[in-house]
């Protein structure tokens, strides 16, 4: 099982960018972790094959997670960012009993 994740880049605050992940399998929840220097992996969002998502209160309303239409897909849309959101985003699976994580994207975001 392989995740590609990409997307990452350097963005002014209240820019956007768009992370996209591609998993070499369908899984029915795909997610969205990010790492800031010296702080510990945090979850950001979830999207369901369903396309049902859930987000961590400091990006609800910024951000967006869905599906694409193959469901191997996840992006992650992130409006409005703020220089906090810089990190290492992460896309993550649990699949057949095993977690799974892709590569890492950078985003930085000045202020």
């Known amino acids: 099982v392989q995740l590609q994740a990409s997307g990452g880049g350097l963005v002014q605050a209240g820019g956007s960018l768009r992370l996209s992940c591609v998993a070499s399998?369908?899984?029915?929840?795909m997610d969205w972790y990010r790492q800031a220097p010296g702080s510990q992996r945090e979850w950001v969002a979830s999207?369901?094959?369903?396309?049902?998502?859930n987000y961590t209160d400091s990006v609800k309303g910024r951000f967006v997670a869905f599906r694409g239409v193959a469901m191997n897909t996840v992006y992650l849309q992130m409006n409005s960012l703020k220089p906090e959101d810089s990190a290492v985003y992460y896309c993550?699976?649990?699949?057949?009993?095993?977690?799974?994580w892709g590569q890492g994207t950078l985003v930085t975001v000045s202020s």
């Open positions: 399998v369908t899984a029915f929840n």
């Open positions: 993550h699976i649990h699949y057949s009993v095993r977690d799974y």
């Open positions: 999207s369901t094959t369903e396309n049902q998502s």
